[in-house]
């Protein structure tokens, strides 16, 4: 009788088993499902907490006030109100990422923003001088910092502990004894309290929308061709897919007119929200595409470890420091553009408090080495729901800090949990 047939493609000659077959990535989609399921168990969560967070904050104030929550007008005013918070998380983002503080950044943002307001009205500068002189006092007050925190090593807590102080001082210096400057030039007023042209709102949503597919598409293309893991197509179009239907909703309820008054024509994309997502995308390709981006990853996981790879921990410090101030100052110049006025208590409060729980919530660790830029987005995004969503409630102020606070500390202990997580199975 004959042998049966074997199917079994033989191995090439002289080949053995690498020894790595089962470590082959499963790109399938429920491979690619599995796998996140995964990384959620083992303590690497992400966004995750912030999108929850943020559907379930919508879901409770659509409930609770259905007929001025989900407005067009209301969500116009939210996103305005998230974007001096959102713009100064950002740039804590970085500093946060190396394990640091920046406890002046919501002062410096006030500094910057009596520069802009005094070069205006006092000095007549036009306003692109006045907005650039305010960005180059961030950034030297970044280069400040971050030299007595990377150079002279003294720790961050300290130094900008004493520079939150330090400024506040300076900003009444600048604002006076009057104690408040209005911002009356058009084009930064603008900022936040005008919209652009409903035709060019959509015109950019499409390009938005094009630019993201295309660059989605064109690295699934790169990661097949080169035999790299990568997701499957059906998951990537989906992505694509969502991102342009939220994107495509968005801007048909900003293109509604909002007037309360039929003699008022208000509709289109607030220009804040542009100039938010520019800045995202700049700086989560900084952060992702770039050798200080990874530095910046470097240091905040093993800082030694960093420096016996040779990478220049004091500058990376520096530079973080710098891009954190500036970015505080853009945040100062659009606080000033929604009041339309600067005082001496711009930027004070609660102003940093904030923004750190805005990093946080949308997933930046406390501990460094973890978050991203669409981190202080999300986070900044579910701040303003809660003040907004309980400012329509009309709940008592106290309710608000205690609401707030209670959500930053669920966030910080889901933070240290998901790291313990992380420890105990190896991630």
């Given at each position: 009788?004959?042998n049966?047939?074997?199917?079994?493609?033989?191995?090439?000659?002289?080949?053995?088993p690498?020894?790595?077959?089962?470590?082959r990535?499963?790109?399938?989609v429920?491979?690619?499902?599995?796998g996140?399921?995964?990384?959620?168990?083992?303590?690497?969560?992400g966004?995750?907490?912030?999108v929850?967070?943020?559907?379930?904050?919508?879901l409770?104030?659509?409930?609770?006030r259905?007929n001025?929550?989900?407005?067009?007008?209301?969500?116009?005013?939210l996103?305005?109100q998230?974007?001096?918070?959102?713009?100064?998380?950002?740039g804590?983002?970085?500093?946060?990422?190396?394990?640091?503080?920046?406890?002046?950044?919501?002062?410096?943002?006030?500094?910057?923003?009596a520069?802009?307001?005094?070069?205006?009205?006092?000095?007549g500068?036009p306003?692109?001088?006045?907005i650039?002189?305010a960005?180059?006092?961030?950034?030297?007050?970044?280069l400040?910092?971050?030299?007595?925190?990377?150079?002279v090593?003294?720790?961050?807590?300290?130094?900008?502990?004493?520079?939150?102080?330090?400024f506040?001082?300076?900003?009444?210096?600048?604002?006076?004894?009057?104690?408040?400057?209005?911002?009356?030039?058009?084009?930064?007023?603008?900022?936040?309290?005008?919209?652009?042209?409903?035709?060019?709102?959509?015109?950019?949503?499409?390009?938005?929308?094009?630019?993201?597919?295309?660059?989605?598409?064109n690295?699934?293309?790169?990661?097949k061709?080169r035999?790299?893991?990568h997701q499957p197509?059906?998951?990537?179009?989906?992505?694509?897919?969502?991102i342009a239907?939220?994107?495509?909703?968005?801007?048909?309820?900003?293109?509604q007119?909002?007037?309360?008054?039929?003699?008022?024509?208000l509709?289109?994309?607030p220009?804040?929200?542009p100039?938010v997502?520019?800045?995202?995308?700049?700086?989560?390709?900084v952060?992702?595409?770039?050798?200080?981006?990874?530095?910046?990853?470097?240091?905040?996981?093993?800082a030694?470890?960093?420096?016996r790879a040779?990478?220049?921990?004091t500058?990376?410090?520096?530079?973080?420091?710098?891009?954190?101030?500036?970015?505080?100052?853009?945040?100062?110049?659009?606080?000033?553009?929604?009041?339309?006025?600067?005082?001496?208590?711009?930027?004070?409060?609660?102003t940093?408090?904030?923004?750190?729980?805005?990093?946080?919530?949308g997933?930046?660790?406390?501990?460094?080495?973890?978050?991203?830029?669409?981190?202080?987005?999300?986070?900044g995004l579910?701040?303003?729901?809660?003040?907004?969503?309980?400012?329509l409630?009309g709940?008592?102020?106290?309710?608000?800090?205690?609401?707030?606070?209670?959500?930053?500390?669920l966030a910080?202990?889901?933070?240290?949990l998901a790291?313990?997580?992380?420890?105990?199975?190896?991630?």
């Amino acid at each position: 009788m004959s042998n049966p047939v074997s199917t079994t493609k033989p191995e090439p000659s002289g080949a053995a088993p690498a020894g790595f077959e089962a470590d082959r990535p499963d790109n399938s989609v429920s491979g690619v499902v599995r796998g996140y399921v995964d990384k959620v168990r083992g303590g690497d969560l992400g966004a995750l907490p912030a999108v929850l967070g943020i559907v379930a904050l919508g879901l409770l104030f659509f409930a609770l006030r259905p007929n001025t929550f989900l407005t067009p007008l209301n969500i116009s005013n939210l996103l305005v109100q998230a974007v001096p918070i959102t713009l100064l998380a950002m740039g804590l983002v970085f500093v946060l990422l190396l394990g640091d503080i920046d406890l002046s950044a919501g002062v410096v943002s006030g500094v910057c923003a009596a520069v802009l307001a005094q070069l205006l009205a006092q000095s007549g500068a036009p306003w692109y001088v006045a907005i650039l002189a305010a960005c180059a006092a961030g950034a030297l007050i970044g280069l400040f910092t971050g030299t007595l925190v990377g150079i002279v090593g003294i720790p961050s807590f300290v130094v900008t502990l004493a520079l939150f102080l330090a400024f506040q001082g300076v900003t009444l210096r600048i604002i006076g004894q009057g104690g408040t400057i209005p911002v009356r030039d058009e084009v930064v007023q603008g900022i936040a309290n005008r919209n652009l042209p409903v035709t060019l709102g959509w015109v950019l949503t499409a390009v938005a929308i094009l630019l993201y597919a295309a660059i989605q598409l064109n690295r699934w293309r790169v990661q097949k061709a080169r035999g790299l893991a990568h997701q499957p197509l059906a998951v990537v179009a989906a992505r694509c897919v969502l991102i342009a239907v939220i994107l495509v909703v968005v801007t048909a309820i900003l293109s509604q007119d909002r007037a309360l008054s039929a003699a008022v024509d208000l509709e289109g994309i607030p220009y804040a929200v542009p100039l938010v997502v520019i800045l995202l995308l700049l700086l989560t390709f900084v952060l992702s595409r770039t050798s200080f981006g990874r530095h910046v990853y470097a240091v905040g996981g093993n800082a030694e470890a960093a420096r016996r790879a040779g990478i220049n921990v004091t500058r990376i410090r520096v530079l973080v420091f710098v891009l954190s101030s500036t970015m505080a100052a853009i945040s100062g110049i659009a606080a000033a553009s929604r009041l339309a006025s600067v005082t001496a208590a711009s930027g004070a409060g609660n102003t940093l408090l904030y923004a750190v729980g805005a990093a946080v919530i949308g997933g930046t660790s406390l501990f460094g080495g973890r978050g991203r830029v669409r981190d202080a987005v999300l986070g900044g995004l579910v701040v303003a729901i809660i003040a907004n969503g309980l400012g329509l409630l009309g709940v008592e102020a106290y309710l608000n800090f205690i609401i707030t606070g209670g959500v930053l500390l669920l966030a910080a202990s889901v933070d240290a949990l998901a790291r313990r997580r992380a420890a105990a199975t190896g991630h």
